[in-house]
């Protein structure tokens, strides 16, 4: 079955680099149409989306993030990377990746999502 | 690329049936028939409800529907259970910036 799961720092200081990994199964990155996304919500606040990686390592970023944000994958690993610079409080959030698996199609599996704090 | 804009809170009694609606604009919702809609219980992670506007994904129930119409797009719930209450977001393709969310809305069953 499909499954996804991030990692990464729970805390982060202010100005520091984030880097956060999806690890997934089920499926294959290299596979025509996936694709995989990173999504945050700050607690008790709206979803906001931020980058996807296509399985022919087309990337796409949130206009208003895209200068800090990095995303790449790792095929063989099964694995997602994104990182965002210049880190700030504001940006404490809990980040989700998810699945899409064909142009359209939605997010149809994610995450369970890991929450980021940004405190000095 | 702002977000979508919902209303903040609908209710209902069980089996009635309530719409949300998300507006966007002629850069968004407008130009794709490419929105989604997710459901989010408190704490857990949201779930595909509804894509391509219309579409349900396997497994979820046909009490769901969505439609379109110029930049708004409108999630139908029908018959309401107590399991339905929960955070609604849209979802829209929007060109350059691949996806922008609404800002969400929270369904009470009376």
């Known amino acids: 079955q499909v499954t996804l799961r991030e990692s990464g720092p729970a805390l982060v200081k202010p100005t520091q680099t984030l880097t956060l990994t999806c690890t997934f199964s089920?499926?294959?990155?290299?596979?025509?149409?996936?694709?995989v996304s990173w999504i945050r919500q700050p607690p008790g606040k709206a979803l906001e989306w931020l980058a996807r990686?296509?399985?022919?390592?087309?990337?796409y970023y949130s206009t208003s993030l895209k200068t800090r944000l990095t995303i790449s994958k790792d095929t063989s690993k099964n694995q997602v990377v994104l990182t965002m610079t210049n880190m700030d409080p504001v940006d404490t959030a809990t980040y989700y990746c998810a699945r899409i698996s064909a142009y359209g199609s939605g997010n149809d599996y994610w995450g369970q999502g890991t929450l980021v704090t940004v405190s000095s | 690329q702002s977000a979508l804009t919902q209303p903040a809170s609908v209710s209902g009694s069980p089996g009635q049936s309530i719409t949300i609606s998300c507006t966007g604009t002629s850069s968004d919702v407008g130009s794709y028939n490419l929105v989604s809609w997710y459901q989010q219980h408190p704490g857990k992670a949201p779930k595909l409800m509804i894509y391509e506007v219309s579409k349900r994904p396997s497994g979820v129930s046909n009490r769901f529907s969505g439609s379109k119409s110029g930049n708004t797009a409108s999630l139908t719930i029908s018959g309401l259970q107590a399991e339905d209450e929960a955070d609604y977001y849209c979802?829209?393709?929007?060109?350059?910036?691949?996806?922008?969310f609404g800002g969400g809305t929270k369904l009470t069953v009376l």
């Open positions: 990686i296509d399985w022919d390592d087309d990337k």
């Open positions: 979802c829209s393709y929007a060109g350059s910036s691949p996806e922008v």
């Open positions: 089920g499926f294959s990155l290299s596979t025509s149409g996936m694709c």
